[in-house]
């Protein structure tokens, strides 16, 4: 079903429920727990989407019509009420944008950390190798590993998700930091650093099990020398774009993600797939992407859910 607009007035919004069906149309009307509260109309065909949201621009418009008037049958709903006015409601202080993204300066502050810890250019053998043994014991799995998975089986668990700090070149670096505080921000100051922080490690590890899994499975030499955190960019963006598109008119994630970006990230991701761009870890980037529409698809649900059992 998909959301079509919503109504201030309860008699209001039940007429044009009964209007829509007249026509054809199978629409649900709900109230929400806004304050004050706000009644949505829902339509289950998605090709009647257009036509519904016409018809209730029409509505508004004027809600005395005796087409809407004799939609609404023998109750005279719509016979002594105001003129409808459509409504822009905010979901809560949490999904308002007031908070700080302290997660997302957090991470940077890490990958900055880590990227002079281990230099991209070494100075000599010694620096080499004292730096090679900090880079192996951030790595998925150290070098020479016997049999996949050893490593976190033995319970060296940090490794799921500190490949992401890790990057390869400077531009490499500036790059995911610029797209992480895009993201990270937008992602943080609308569901809160609890959120942001277990989102983030949900991505992290999710797209590197699935980047050193692939490796694997190919047979590829080295399948744990990936780095970066373009995956959990990538899933950042997921959990926005589906944050967007299940937002109500007027809640902060409404039009937040533009078709634009979204063809952006999705064009960006099948050229890397090309190889044009050099050796990339493509499985990181969908995977962190499913990832973060995963997150995201699960809170809608169990949110409706959560609405459904409070009516």
Not at 4 to 31: C, K, M, Q, W
């Amino acid at each position: 079903m998909r959301l079509v607009g919503v109504l201030s007035n309860p008699e209001l919004a039940a007429t044009f429920g009964d209007y829509l069906h007249s026509l054809g149309i199978s629409a649900r009307v709900d109230e929400t727990n806004a304050q004050p509260s706000i009644w949505e109309i829902w339509v289950r065909d998605e090709d009647q989407v257009a036509r519904s949201k016409n018809e209730l621009e029409r509505f508004v418009a004027n809600p005395g019509a005796s087409e809407f008037l004799a939609a609404a049958g023998s109750s005279g709903k719509a016979t002594a009420v105001e003129t409808p006015q459509p409504v822009r409601a905010r979901a809560s202080v949490t999904d308002d944008g007031e908070h700080s993204p302290l997660v997302t300066i957090g991470l940077i502050f890490m990958c900055l950390l880590v990227a002079f810890a281990i230099p991209f250019d070494f100075k000599d053998e010694y620096e080499y190798l004292q730096q090679h043994g900090l880079r192996d014991r951030m790595l998925f799995e150290p070098s020479g590993q016997p049999a996949p998975f050893t490593a976190l089986r033995e319970g060296q668990l940090w490794r799921l998700f500190t490949p992401s700090l890790m990057h390869g070149f400077w531009t490499h670096l500036i790059m995911n930091m610029m797209m992480l505080f895009a993201y990270g921000t937008v992602v943080e100051r609308r569901s809160g650093s609890l959120v942001m922080l277990l989102l983030s490690l949900f991505i992290s590890g999710f797209s590197n099990t699935a980047q050193y899994s692939i490796g694997v499975y190919l047979n590829h030499p080295g399948p744990a020398r990936f780095l970066g955190m373009s995956g959990v960019v990538f899933g950042l963006f997921g959990y926005a774009w589906i944050r967007t598109y299940y937002a109500r008119p007027g809640d902060v994630w409404d039009g937040l993600v533009t078709s634009q970006q979204v063809y952006f990230m999705l064009i960006f991701a099948l050229v890397c797939l090309t190889g044009v761009l050099g050796p990339v870890a493509n499985t990181a980037h969908f995977g962190g992407l499913f990832a973060g529409m995963l997150w995201a698809w699960v809170g809608h649900l169990l949110q409706k859910k959560r609405m459904r059992a409070s009516r």
